[in-house]
């Protein structure tokens, strides 16, 4: 290497070391007791002392001189450069936002997509969006404001039309002594109701009833059409029908059997209060049982414009409860008796039941259906609960019928849906002779028959009696003694 080219490569080494040494104390000192100026006093001496040791090379190489001038002119100032940095961040938060909205406003036109799926008009509110669990998605509105279906969900079947309540009343089968009754009064009421919103004067009418019969005999089915009707008429605010018996009213420490026999009569309000076996409440030295009658008794004065009570049981011993307290007997002056149904309407019922929830019964085991029925009121002639009866018959059917489905490899649909001889044959047998069916029939009519006259006649005694014994002198005075204890 010769003289001249060492000598260069010294200069540049110089030059270099120089450099790093600027940059170091530019940086080093930045945040500390040193000013900006006082950097720029060293680098001008510095680019000095260079120019005065080196000269320029050739034409085509810089200086050492411009060199530092070009290093400090690069980091000369710093917070120039934090500004930038800074604006930067800035620019890119704000296409972050744009991301963002970006998104939401996919979210949006998802959400519109699937609700036209699901036949309704959704929209997504993204001010709501972070509002929820995280890593929720955001909540989807109906275009009347309430959630939008999940498409997950099983579709709900569409509620069908409330039936007007005297069309209903005409489908029950038999009751024809009933609905004739149930009918004469709504006429009745209405009219009365009429004529007092026309300023004339009307008959005061109670709206409470007694119904009589043995179970099974359509009394809470009809107590809660009555309810829709008073409704329909405008008598009842609601029309809601609430059933309870002894157990729902009367409660285990004396004071509290009023508490639970309000808390019945505040959830009647406007509609009807269903009090099954209401005699139960009369038992002899049953404090009970009669504050809670006490309790029904004031309910029904304080509350006569919009509350209905409507008590029910055998018919004995519901004449026996009416006439045990004159309250009750002074505000229950309507009685509708439910008659036992008869053999074909039995089994007309037993058929509903089977087309209601889609069972087809086979020619062969039809008689025997009839001969059940029979046998059934035959042998509980006292206690037959006539179409709860037939429920609980038709249960037991199915009962045997899903039994031998279950045993086949694959049933077809009709199998599902057919009863047959099979499915009856665990109760009273083979009855398939018609002799004798007709002959069980014909035995029940007897008994039937015999039962209605036996009570004919009863009544006949009692009223024969009734006129017969003098009135004593001193009832009304018990009468009203009896008012104020009631």
Do not use: W
Not at 107 to 136: F, H, M, V, W
Not at 203 to 216: A, E, I, Q
Not at 269 to 278: H, N, Q, T
Not at 344 to 350: A, G, K, P, T, Y
Request: charged letters at 30%; proline letters at 5%.
């Amino acid at each position: 290497m010769d003289k001249r080219t060492k000598k260069e490569l010294e200069r540049l080494t110089a030059i270099t070391n120089t450099e790093k040494n600027l940059l170091k104390d530019l940086y080093g000192d930045m945040f500390g007791s040193s000013s900006l100026s006082d950097h720029k006093k060293k680098a001008e001496q510095l680019r000095s002392e260079l120019s005065a040791k080196s000269g320029r090379s050739s034409d085509s190489e810089p200086s050492a001189a411009e060199l530092l001038d070009r290093a400090y002119k690069k980091h000369a100032d710093p917070l120039s450069d934090a500004k930038k940095a800074l604006k930067e961040a800035q620019d890119l938060m704000s296409r972050t936002d744009e991301i963002t909205q970006g998104i939401l406003e996919s979210n949006r036109k998802g959400a519109e997509n699937l609700a036209k799926i699901t036949g309704d008009t959704g929209r997504i509110d993204p001010s709501a969006g972070g509002n929820g669990p995280a890593g929720a998605a955001p909540q989807v509105q109906t275009a009347t404001g309430g959630p939008a279906p999940n498409p997950a969900d099983p579709p709900q079947a569409p509620k069908e039309p409330e039936k007007d309540p005297m069309e209903e009343l005409d489908a029950l089968v038999g009751l024809t002594t009933i609905k004739a009754d149930v009918k004469e009064l709504m006429a009745f009421v209405k009219i009365q109701k009429m004529r007092k919103d026309a300023g004339l004067k009307s008959v005061p009418v109670s709206l409470h009833l007694v119904f009589t019969g043995n179970p099974g005999t359509g009394k809470t089915t009809v107590a809660r059409i009555i309810g829709r009707l008073y409704k329909q008429i405008g008598v009842l605010s609601k029309g809601q029908l609430i059933e309870v018996d002894r157990s729902g009213l009367v409660a285990g420490y004396v004071g509290q059997t009023a508490l639970k026999t309000q808390e019945q009569i505040s959830k009647a309000m406007g509609g009807v209060l269903f009090i099954d076996e209401a005699y139960a409440l009369a038992q002899k030295d049953d404090a009970f049982g009669q504050e809670a009658i006490d309790t029904v008794l004031k309910a029904m004065e304080d509350h006569r414009d919009d509350l209905v009570v409507i008590v029910a049981g055998y018919t004995k011993p519901m004449e026996k409860f009416i006439n045990s307290n004159p309250g009750l007997k002074s505000r229950f002056n309507k009685y509708i008796e439910f008659p036992d149904y008869t053999i074909d309407e039995l089994e007309e019922i037993f058929y509903l039941n089977c087309s209601k929830y889609d069972y087809i019964v086979e020619e062969d085991a039809k008689k025997q259906i009839r001969a059940r029925i029979i046998s059934r009121k035959m042998q509980r002639q006292e206690n037959f609960a006539n179409a709860r009866e037939v429920r609980n018959m038709f249960e037991d059917i199915i009962t045997n019928q899903a039994r031998r489905v279950a045993e086949m490899e694959s049933p077809t649909h009709e199998d599902m849906m057919k009863i047959t001889l099979m499915d009856l044959s665990d109760d009273i047998g083979d009855v398939a002779d018609t002799k004798e069916m007709e002959k069980m029939e014909e035995a029940a009519k007897e008994a039937t028959a015999t039962e209605l006259e036996l009570h004919t006649e009863d009544e006949a005694a009692e009223t024969e009696i009734t006129a017969d014994e003098p009135a004593p002198e001193e009832a009304p005075a018990a009468e009203d003694a009896g008012n104020e204890k009631g």
